[in-house]
């Protein structure tokens, strides 16, 4: 797995196929685990997550413990729902362990006002903070040009 993040319209995209060539890419925009299992890139990672996050209407808070949990305040789901942030991930890793994931930075700026935003942004965080672990490559793209985070995996 490699992970490559930065801004919104930083280039990710174009950069990762420049470096890697053509490739079959899954937008989770709108996209399946069976999509980004057949897929080699699987861009907005953080948006895949945020349709996560919030799948049937009911928005989600984590805890300390990785766990989100349903907000009963934004949603009337009164029955408890959890799903781990890194769950998100270690489904995709294990649909597709060579897959490389794209996603914006939402973490920085001005925290949001809105709960639901905050909520979306750190589940975001924490998932990528998962994918990280579990990557062989990390780069930052900043204007189309990467950063090198991490570096221990062969360039596959």
Do not use: W
């Not at 993040?5 to 925009?29: I, M, P, S, W």
């Not at 799903?83 to 925290?111: F, H, R, S, T």
């Amino acid at each position: 797995m490699e992970v490559y993040f930065g801004g919104a319209f930083q280039g990710k995209l174009e950069y990762v196929l420049e470096k890697k060539g053509c490739l079959k890419v899954a937008d989770g925009a709108g996209c399946s685990l069976k999509d980004i299992k057949e897929a080699q890139v699987l861009n907005h990672l953080h948006l895949y997550i945020k349709r996560l996050t919030y799948k049937e209407g009911a928005a989600y808070n984590t805890t300390v413990d990785d766990t989100i949990t349903t907000d009963d305040t934004i949603t009337d789901d009164t029955t408890a729902k959890t799903m781990p942030a890194a769950e998100i991930i270690n489904d995709i890793y294990e649909a597709n362990p060579d897959i490389i994931l794209i996603c914006d930075e939402v973490g920085g700026g001005i925290v949001p006002l809105k709960k639901e935003d905050r909520i979306y942004r750190e589940a975001v965080g924490r998932a990528l903070c998962c994918a990280v672990k579990k990557s062989d490559r990390v780069e930052r793209v900043m204007c189309g040009i990467g950063q090198c985070l991490k570096c221990d995996g062969s360039n596959k």
